[in-house]
């Protein structure tokens, strides 16, 4: 099962400090959110209720693989670790416009389920 996956997360103003050049800044904030969709896929299969709260903005939506809408808090009330599950989102790519990320891959899960 596949399912496309495009957030927006604010880059992190420690990502890269003022002093560096505008070619450097990028490449920092562009690996600073790489890290933070891995651990976001990392808390979905630890079943990380808490740090994923921490990772997901309040008005968080995302659209499921039945195509329908679920909120932050519909996100978080069905996580659970699942030992049958794979995910992972090859080919992703950051894109960083100022104090602006946007992430896009496809997030690919594989369950026995």
């Known amino acids: 099962m596949m399912v496309g996956v495009i957030v927006a997360l604010p880059a992190l ?16 904030a562009q690996r600073a959110v790489e890290k933070l969709e891995q651990r976001w896929i990392a808390d979905i299969a630890r079943g990380d209720r808490d740090d994923l709260a921490n990772l997901l903005a309040d ?30 989102i090859p080919h992703l790519q950051v894109r960083v416009w100022g104090d602006t990320a946007v992430a896009i891959g496809i997030n690919e899960v594989h369950s026995r389920s």
């Open 13 to 28: 103003s420690s990502a890269a400090p003022p002093s560096q050049t505008a070619s450097k800044a990028p490449n920092v």
């Open 59 to 88: 008005d968080y939506r995302d659209i499921d693989w039945k195509g329908d809408i679920r909120d932050k808090s519909m996100l978080l009330a069905g996580l659970h670790a699942s030992a049958d599950t794979t995910q992972h």
